[in-house]
C-alpha cells in the first residue's frame, strides 16, 4: 500500500497570508489527523477528521481549520500566518476501525513563515 | 487531560549496546502506547505499540514495556546500531480515544 502523501513538502510565504496544506491518507483509512511540530513544543494535535466531521480538536487559534472530502483527502487552511507558524506540519491516518488506534505519518510540510 | 513525560531528552550509546527510554503518563485511562523514530527530514516512523492488557511485547531488537499500575512504559533497543540513531517519540491517546499526546522526544545517537 502507498503511504500518506503530503504536498507540497516546501512552502515559503509572507506573514499576513494564507496557506493550504494536502494530505491523502493510506488507501481504506477514513481518519486523517493534523500536527504542528517545532522544536520548543514538540508534536501538537491541531485537529481530527473522520468521515468528513471534524472529531477532534486541539488548542489552536481559529485561523487553524481543515476539512475532509469524500474519499479521505484532507486539507488544512492558515490564515493571517504569524511568524510562529513556522513548523513542520504533519498529518497522520489511522483506519480507525474495530478499536485500532495506529497512526501512520506522512513526510509532512515544512512551512517557512517570513 | 493527559500529559506525556519522556526521559532522558538526548542518550548516546556505544554500537552493540542496550538503549531504554523512559515514558510516564497521568490518564489512567489511556489504554494504547505507541513508539515513534523520526529521522531528519522525514514523519515519525511508527515502530512499536502496545495495549494496556499487555505488559511486554517484542519485536526482533525492540521491546516495549508497560507498567499500568505506575502509569509508565518503557523502549528498549538490544544491539544497538547506527542506524538505530534517531528521535525516538512515545505517545498515548487522550482518555482512550485519539488523537495522540506525544512526549517531548529522545535523540538517540549510537556511536560507531
Known amino acids: 500500500k502507498a503511504g500518506v502523501t503530503q504536498t507540497p513538502r516546501y512552502l515559503i510565504k509572507t506573514r499576513g497570508q494564507q496557506v493550504t496544506l494536502s494530505c491523502s491518507p493510506i488507501?481504506?483509512?477514513?481518519?486523517v489527523s493534523w500536527y504542528q511540530q517545532t522544536p520548543g513544543q514538540g508534536l501538537q494535535f491541531l485537529f481530527e477528521?473522520?468521515?468528513?466531521?471534524?472529531?477532534n480538536k486541539g488548542n489552536f487559534p481559529g485561523r487553524f481549520s481543515g476539512r475532509q472530502f469524500s474519499n479521505s483527502r484532507s486539507e488544512m487552511n492558515v490564515s493571517t500566518l504569524e511568524l510562529g507558524d513556522s513548523a513542520l506540519y504533519l498529518c497522520?491516518?489511522?483506519?480507525?476501525?474495530?478499536?485500532?488506534?495506529?497512526?501512520?505519518f506522512g513526510p509532512g510540510t515544512r512551512l517557512t513563515v517570513t | 487531560g493527559e500529559n506525556v513525560e519522556q526521559h532522558p531528552s538526548t542518550l548516546s550509546v556505544q554500537e552493540g549496546d542496550s538503549a531504554v527510554i523512559k515514558c510516564t503518563y497521568s490518564?489512567?485511562?489511556?489504554?494504547?502506547f505507541p513508539w515513534y523514530k523520526q529521522e531528519l527530514g522525514k514523519g515519525p516512523q511508527l515502530i512499536i505499540d502496545?495495549?494496556?492488557?499487555?505488559g511486554e511485547k517484542k519485536d526482533q531488537r525492540i521491546a516495549v514495556t508497560l507498567n499500568k499500575t505506575a502509569k509508565h512504559f518503557s523502549l528498549h533497543i538490544t544491539e544497538t546500531q547506527p542506524e538505530d540513531s534517531a528521535v525516538y517519540f512515545c505517545?498515548?491517546?487522550?482518555?482512550?480515544?485519539?488523537?495522540?499526546?506525544f512526549g517531548k522526544g529522545t535523540r538517540l545517537s549510537v556511536i560507531a
Open positions: 505517545a498515548a491517546p487522550i482518555s482512550g480515544n485519539t488523537p495522540l499526546v
Open positions: 490518564d489512567s485511562a489511556s489504554n494504547y
Open positions: 488507501s481504506g483509512h477514513r481518519s
Open positions: 477528521y473522520f468521515s468528513e466531521t471534524q472529531r
Open positions: 497522520a491516518s489511522s483506519p480507525r476501525t474495530g478499536g485500532s488506534y495506529e497512526q501512520y
Open positions: 502496545i495495549r494496556s492488557n499487555v
